[in-house]
């Protein structure tokens, strides 16, 4: 629908842009607003007030009262011609003023005889709409309550402006927290293998869920071949988060790395690791303790061998083909980067068809549910329900555990699941 | 001074500090965790050279890693600053949590805070 030109500023692109940016058209009714449209009606002893914003083809009402109708045309409404001018717009006798006697409001059943109406201006200078005062009798309006008018139209923009920024700090923050949560993810992808290895006879899968998706976890895992015929698989856990963290994760996955090229011995690779993180401990200032398991898996017989070092990690579980009940791997030694007496041992296990091993880290044992912990019980229970649906069954179930409402996991938690076929 | 250390479950974390001579006694009821960790660790307060800290766990409902960590942390200090770290481990959780990280390798554990020389 057209609009008269006359009833439209120079600047309206940039106006109607304003009035999308306050972002109020065709909101629900609001008690801020309607306490003034009515405090107005009452002031000036009239029965209608309103609140209106001035759209491109429309006038809506944002308040109204003593009105049923929630917009008008733009094309008859006064407030059009209002918002034209910086001080308030007054017609004290419609029928008999030259600008609105032909106007469809005031020579129609509408009956419109009085009309005051006051620009909302914004702080950048834009009149999105007016406060505006009718009556069906003529009026006068004297100059102290048109400034009356002026002052409650500008606590209306105070309202919408505060409106405003309050939804700007909003998305404000939520942009920092995507941003936050981005950074995150790219770093946490960094310290975790792109792909698993494939090793034929077996399948691996694994998953990670940091505690808080907007800063980096301490968990990690790692899975790759040595060499042809070796696998290293390799959980952890460092101690504190976000890229301090980050940091520890990246020294302990890299030296553990390294060091499986050079030795076929995971305890060899954890006192490497333990001499590591202590190197240079007090240079840095930074706490470096870290827990971790790290496996080498051969082939070996119609199965596989896996040879396992622990510094101070949760134990391996292991359920065997045909067995009610995971056990525990024996392996044990003290956290790395606490001191340079640790001793670590390998234990070696004999794997074979049907066989499930499960490396996890404490946020998975010891997320909530009702009163107590999930415990290794939980997780060897996941393992006998999903032994026949392989590692990526055994995944998708321990991760659903924590996605259990009723379940609450207040830490980061890894598994990396290993199944021989 | 206590805290609610998991809300959720109502279990309230609190440090009881007894200092006798050199020897101080820091036992924590509740839970250790993240959230209680360091007030466990800042409970232990200012020690004498030739001291000895008894950091004892057996009214611990729960202690995970951070709870390990603070362990670690007092160790090293004790050993920078001259006073000997003792841990009553109790049973049950906190006991294996300490076991698989090999703390008894490094921290004298006893069963009782009576046991120390």
């Known amino acids: 629908m057209a609009v008269d030109a006359a009833l439209v500023g120079e600047d309206e692109a940039e106006r109607l842009a304003a009035v999308r940016r306050y972002d109020v058209l065709d909101t629900p009714p609001d008690g801020a607003f309607d306490r003034v449209t009515a405090l107005a009606a009452r002031h000036f002893g009239v029965p209608i007030s309103i609140v209106?914003?001035?759209?491109?083809?429309?006038i809506w009402f944002k308040s109204r009262h003593g009105v049923d109708v929630e917009e008008i045309g733009r094309d008859p409404?006064?407030?059009?011609?209002?918002?034209?001018?910086?001080?308030?717009?007054?017609?004290?006798?419609?029928?008999a003023d030259p600008r609105t006697l032909a106007n469809p409001l005031v020579a129609g059943e509408f009956g419109l005889r009085f009309y005051a109406g006051a620009p909302l201006k914004t702080q950048d200078g834009f009149n999105l709409g007016t406060l505006c005062v009718i009556d069906r009798e003529p009026r006068e309006l004297s100059p102290d309550d048109a400034r009356t008018l002026e002052d409650l139209a500008a606590i209306v923009v105070d309202e919408l402006e505060l409106r405003l920024s309050a939804r700007t700090a909003v998305a404000r923050e939520h942009e920092l927290?995507?941003?936050?949560?981005?950074?995150a993810r790219v770093l946490q992808e960094?310290?975790?293998?792109?792909?698993?290895?494939?090793?034929?006879?077996?399948?691996?899968?694994?998953?990670?869920?940091?505690?808080?998706?907007?800063?980096?976890?301490?968990?990690?895992?790692d899975a790759f071949a040595v060499e042809p015929g070796r696998w290293a698989l390799v959980i952890g856990d460092v101690s504190g988060k976000g890229t301090r963290a980050a940091a520890v994760t990246a020294l302990a996955r890299h030296t553990i790395r390294t060091a499986s090229l050079?030795?076929?011995?995971?305890?060899?690779?954890?006192?490497?690791?333990?001499?590591?993180?202590?190197?240079?401990r007090d240079e840095a200032e930074l706490e470096r303790f870290c827990t971790a398991h790290v496996g080498f898996l051969e082939p070996s017989g119609s199965g596989f061998v896996l040879r396992s070092a622990s510094a101070g990690h949760p134990a391996a579980l292991v359920l065997r083909r045909g067995a009610a009940g995971a056990e525990p791997s024996a392996a044990s030694g003290p956290p790395v980067g606490w001191h340079a007496d640790?001793?670590?041992?390998?234990?070696?296990?004999?794997?074979?068809?049907?066989?499930?091993?499960?490396?996890?880290?404490?946020?998975?044992?010891?997320?909530?549910?009702?009163?107590?912990?999930?415990?290794?019980?939980a997780i060897g229970a996941v393992l006998e329900r999903m032994r026949d649906a392989g590692a990526e069954g055994v995944v998708a179930e321990l991760s659903a555990l924590l996605a259990d409402p009723g379940v609450s996991v207040r830490d980061d938690a890894a598994a990396l699941v290993l199944a021989v076929r | 001074m206590s805290v609610p250390a998991d809300p959720q479950h109502g279990v309230p974390f609190g440090v009881d500090v007894r200092r006798d001579g050199?020897?101080?006694?820091?036992?924590?009821?509740?839970?250790?965790?993240?959230?209680?960790?360091?007030?466990?660790?800042?409970?232990?307060?200012?020690?004498?050279?030739?001291?000895?800290?008894?950091?004892?766990?057996?009214?611990?409902?729960?202690?995970?890693?951070?709870?390990?960590r603070a362990i670690m942390r007092l160790d090293l200090r004790g050993r920078e600053e001259g006073w000997a770290l003792v841990v009553v481990p109790g049973d049950g959780m906190v006991r294996r949590l300490l076991e698989v990280s090999r703390v008894g390798d490094r921290v004298t554990v006893v069963d009782a805070p009576e046991d120390v020389e």
């Open chain 1, 52 to 58: 209106s914003i001035v759209d491109s083809d429309r």
């Open chain 1, 177 to 183: 927290r995507d941003a936050a949560e981005r950074t």
């Open chain 1, 342 to 377: 640790a001793r670590f041992t390998a234990v070696a296990q004999e794997l074979s068809s049907g066989d499930v091993v499960a490396l996890h880290t404490d946020g998975l044992s010891e997320a909530r549910r009702g009163g107590g912990l999930l415990g290794e019980d």
């Open chain 1, 77 to 95: 409404g006064l407030c059009a011609s209002a918002i034209l001018h910086e001080r308030p717009w007054i017609v004290e006798d419609a029928a």
């Open chain 2, 22 to 68: 050199p020897v101080t006694t820091v036992t924590p009821e509740g839970e250790v965790d993240l959230a209680t960790a360091a007030e466990l660790e800042a409970a232990v307060g200012e020690m004498p050279s030739g001291g000895r800290c008894v950091v004892d766990l057996r009214r611990l409902a729960f202690m995970d890693s951070a709870g390990l």
């Open chain 1, 262 to 280: 050079e030795t076929g011995d995971p305890a060899d690779v954890l006192r490497v690791l333990n001499r590591a993180m202590l190197l240079g």
């Open chain 1, 190 to 221: 960094s310290l975790l293998p792109a792909e698993l290895p494939v090793v034929p006879g077996a399948d691996l899968a694994a998953f990670y869920r940091p505690a808080d998706r907007g800063v980096v976890g301490g968990d990690f895992y």
